[in-house]
């Protein structure tokens, strides 16, 4: 049995995992990362790709900018359409000049992957039976086996990144935490297109036949959801009844479509938000879809994911110089009032713009006004931007 020593054990190298692993690494800060799956595994899941503006300057402020500054797509606002009409929202008008950025999930994982390389410190991947022990306690322990070779690896603390479906959240006890959870009747069919984007920003519909998302990935590539049925049966739907259905959902009356092209990938997303509290537990610190889960109206995700290492590694940095924990303490309850504000915002999106079976034609007009007070108000729009664009992360920058 092979023994490590770190500080911080990492389970996950997806961008929780491995934005802390690169936060560490500056604050100087030893971590070894652990993942289960392969390299290519993680590279090439193609999941989020909506960025606020506080995660693009992180990445910029910490040595990840060259490939987003070259190949991130700039928008300034989204557009709501109803009613046969679209509706711009812009962004830095209304927020003091902050925007999003279009870049893959995958790209941030390259990005991060080659950041880790570059510094030297363990990235293991194809780790299998990881467990965990002695969290409670002032050195907790990660179990895992690579290579055939059992390996243990004691720390000071661990960072539970490895989502929602990892090892770390069952390990703390079902009477020390409580979750929330709410499922959704609905899920989001996806497709990745090779189609160029006919829109510079993305498209949020709302149509009688249920919720449309046109989104993108490059300049080469388009990204659409259709709302379905949870249990849908992807070999029931075919390229043609997809674009079909597509086009009459996201078309409005000024002739606008989003370009056909070859379907390259198709999945069923299931919708549903969840909430762990506390995040933290003795020695071990939830974070990302590991602690919260919402559904992707709202872009949340990978930005929730990010704010939560950017304020663990700011706590880890301040309790290796004072040795007091204070900030440690602290980790779990901002944490969760800014989960909090995103699961309002992504339940309202998710309301407002997605039909429901049960739905009377009260419902429906309701939906219609509500989409109305928010094109028209500017306090209601701003309100949107700036929940949209999201908020300023905890520091990291200065030395360690």
């Avoid at 799956?37 to 960025?51: K, P």
């Avoid at 590991?290 to 109206?297: D, E, S």
């Avoid at 739905?359 to 928010?374: C, G, I, V």
Wanted: with cysteine; charged share 25%; aromatic share 8%.
């Amino acid at each position: 049995m092979q023994m490590i020593r770190t500080q911080v054990g990492i389970i996950g190298a997806g961008p929780a995992g491995l934005m802390l692993g690169h936060l560490l690494d500056r604050f100087g800060i030893d971590s070894v990362i652990i993942e289960d799956r392969s390299r290519d595994y993680v590279i090439e899941r193609v999941r989020a790709g909506v960025l606020e503006q506080a995660t693009v300057d992180l990445m910029i402020a910490t040595g990840l900018g060259e490939r987003i500054q070259r190949e991130g797509m700039r928008h300034e606002g989204v557009q709501i359409a109803f009613g046969g009409r679209r509706h711009r929202i812009d962004f830095p008008t209304l927020t003091g000049g902050r925007t999003i950025t279009i870049y893959g999930q995958n790209e941030v994982v390259r990005d991060l992957i080659d950041a880790r390389l570059r510094s030297g410190r363990p990235l293991l991947f194809e780790c299998s039976d990881v467990s965990l022990a002695d969290l409670a306690g002032p050195r907790p322990v990660v179990r895992f086996v690579r290579d055939g070779q059992p390996h243990t690896l004691q720390c000071d603390f661990v960072a539970g990144c490895d989502g929602s479906h990892g090892i770390s959240r069952p390990s703390i006890p079902l009477d020390q935490v409580r979750t929330y959870e709410r499922a959704y009747p609905f899920a989001w069919l996806g497709i990745l297109a090779e189609a160029a984007p006919a829109s510079d920003e993305l498209v949020y519909s709302l149509h009688e036949r249920g919720f449309a998302l046109f989104s993108m990935r490059s300049p080469q590539l388009t990204r659409l959801y259709l709302q379905c049925a949870p249990d849908e049966n992807l070999d029931a739907w075919t390229d043609d009844r997809i674009w079909s259905e597509l086009l009459l959902r996201l078309g409005t009356d000024d002739g606008w479509r989003p370009n056909t092209g070859r379907i390259v990938q198709k999945s069923v997303t299931g919708m549903r938000s969840m909430v762990v509290e506390p995040m933290r537990w003795g020695r071990l610190f939830l974070a990302g879809d590991a602690a919260h889960i919402v559904p992707p109206t709202g872009a949340k995700g990978l930005n929730l994911a990010i704010a939560d290492v950017a304020a663990l590694a700011s706590s880890l940095r301040s309790f290796y110089r004072t040795e007091n924990e204070r900030s440690l303490d602290q980790y779990s309850k901002d944490a969760a009032a800014r989960v909090w504000r995103a699961q309002r915002f992504s339940w309202w999106m998710t309301s407002a713009l997605h039909r429901l079976d049960a739905d009377s034609s009260f419902d429906a007009r309701r939906q219609l006004a509500d989409l109305e007070h928010l094109v028209s108000s500017r306090a209601a729009m701003t309100s949107f931007a700036e929940s949209y664009v999201g908020g300023p992360l905890a520091p990291v920058d200065g030395e360690p």
